[in-house]
């Protein structure tokens, strides 16, 4: 198959209205960077999403709520924010798929933390309380200005795509990376040490971010790189 690839992205779901949405941010950078955006339906069920990623090319983990501690075999803290059970279910078969049919992927906020966890990982519930580091990670908006730096590791695919060994960037999560999954290594810390990228080196192209690049790209080069570098992996993706 030619032509731009097809990018499958994880539904929001918004639990007042029952309804499953999207932010156009995360359309807009994939279809800038010349893929072509697919929402994906809701679903935990194997054999959809086996045909699902068999069908796209990419897949994108969106931000959303917090990841349940269940998924990681913790008790869940009074502190834990709403979680999204429809979520917890259909993402770690999805990126179980992804990784067994070689699709190129990249996780956004509750991407890192899912991938993470998914991995083997675990996750501060609270981040204000549990990571005293005087960062903030929850900014009021506008979200596409940057809220604090992170340090990008040298000679990591992060560094090499950037050129750069610090960048600011925008935050609003309330989880983040504890214990890194063995699989993954980190290309990006805060100042308070909290991992805020990362990718599998085992995998042509596996990354994920804690920032926000969907609602940055329009003013800030670095995110429509992580766009970019994302939907060319995609597109080189040998299953095309
Ligand atoms: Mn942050």
Redo the contacts with the bound molecule.
């Keep these: 198959m030619h032509g731009r690839p097809l990018i499958g992205v994880v539904p929001l779901y918004d639990r007042e209205k029952d309804s499953y949405w999207m932010l156009p941010g995360y359309f807009d950078g994939i279809e800038e960077s010349g893929g072509i955006p697919l929402m994906l339906p809701m679903t935990a069920d194997r054999e959809a999403l086996e045909r699902l990623v068999l069908s796209v090319d990419g897949v994108l983990l969106t931000g959303g709520q917090d990841v349940s501690p269940e998924l990681y075999g913790e008790p869940a803290k009074e502190t834990c924010g709403e979680v999204c059970p429809a979520r917890d279910a259909m993402e770690p078969r999805l990126v179980e798929t992804a990784l067994r049919l070689g699709r190129p992927m990249l996780g956004i906020c509750r991407g890192i933390q899912l991938l993470n966890v998914r991995l083997g990982g675990t996750l501060y519930q609270d981040l204000p309380t549990e990571l005293a580091g005087g960062?903030?990670?929850h900014m009021e908006p506008p979200y596409d200005r940057a809220?604090?730096t992170?340090k990008v590791a040298e000679g990591s695919p992060l560094a090499a795509v950037l050129g750069k060994t610090e960048i600011g960037?925008?935050?609003?999560?309330h989880q983040?990376v504890k214990r890194l999954a063995p699989a993954l290594e980190a290309m990006a810390r805060?100042e308070d040490g909290?991992v805020?990228a990362v990718y599998m080196p085992s995998e042509k192209f596996v990354w994920a971010v804690?920032?926000h690049p969907e609602f940055s790209h329009k003013s800030d080069e670095h995110s429509r790189m992580i766009f970019r570098t994302f939907v060319e992996a995609a597109a080189r993706s040998e299953d095309r």
């Design positions: 960062v903030s990670h809220e604090h992170v960037v925008n935050s609003c999560h983040g805060s909290l805020e804690q920032w």
